[in-house]
């Protein structure tokens, strides 16, 4: 149980289009979801926060007009990279809190290549 | 500022080994603490949480112990095989914060058949 399904899980694109990434939860109810990126050889990087029904809450750094946030419902939020670029290219994962269950759940995540 | 340690960066042991992993964070005032497993180019699994209120928890040959006093937690993986190969992190939920985890580097656990 607990499980958060994401999609794709690569995708390659050419430098300046968007890209969405998907991230559900299959059986539970996510009220606020967390996207990671993650580099070669780093360790996770909180992104921002996304909070359904309202506006997502960015980690500093992290532009959010290039990294577009929408949790429009308890079970699905969505990443999108707009106008990508090469340094865009990075492994991005997506974790929901489970609460009354403990701990945290992760999608299995999306490697992002932009060409 | 809240951090998360984690030693050695990399580890090499022939199979059967027992090993042990570490993690130390900056503040004692947690929610939880969190282990996971990552695989090269996959996503997290979650191999054990312990709260703030334990001192251990155990499933299969993995066993993680916290100390909140002292601002660390091991990870202790009993005969090791090749299929644990793969980078462990640990991740610290801090109380006081906003509602995030804060991970370590990890430790990438070699296996030698």
């Known amino acids: 149980g607990a499980v958060v399904s994401q999609h794709p899980s690569w995708v390659i694109c050419k430098s300046g289009t968007s890209v969405k990434i998907e991230c559900r939860s299959l059986?539970?109810?996510?009220?606020?979801m967390f996207w990671y990126r993650q580099f070669p050889k780093q360790s996770l990087m909180l992104m921002a926060t996304?909070?359904?029904?309202?506006?997502?809450?960015?980690e500093q750094g992290v532009e959010k007009d290039k990294f577009l946030i929408n949790h429009a419902s308890l079970t699905l939020s969505t990443l999108t990279v707009t106008s990508a670029h090469p340094e865009d290219s990075s492994f991005y994962i997506c974790?929901?809190?489970?609460?009354?269950?403990?701990?945290?759940?992760f999608g299995s995540g999306t490697r992002l290549t932009i060409v | 500022k809240q951090e998360v340690t984690q030693i050695p960066a990399a580890l090499s042991v022939p199979e059967g080994e027992n090993l042990v992993l570490n993690c130390s964070f900056t503040?004692?005032?947690?929610?939880?603490l969190q282990w996971f497993r990552q695989d090269p180019g996959k996503g997290l699994t979650s191999l054990l949480l312990?709260?703030?209120?334990?001192r251990e928890q155990t499933s299969g040959r993995l066993n993680a112990s916290l100390d909140k006093s002292s601002g660390r937690s091991t990870l202790y993986i009993a005969a090791s095989q090749p299929g644990d190969s793969a980078t462990y992190l640990c991740?610290?939920?801090?109380?006081?914060?906003?509602?995030?985890?804060?991970f370590g580097k990890g430790t990438k656990l070699t296996v030698n058949p």
């Open positions: 974790s929901a809190n489970l609460r009354d269950r403990g701990g945290y759940t």
């Open positions: 059986d539970f109810q996510a009220t606020t």
């Open positions: 996304s909070n359904e029904g309202s506006k997502a809450t960015y």
């Open positions: 503040d004692s005032a947690i929610y939880n």
């Open positions: 312990i709260q703030s209120s334990q």
């Open positions: 991740a610290v939920y801090f109380q006081g914060g906003s509602e995030k985890l804060v």
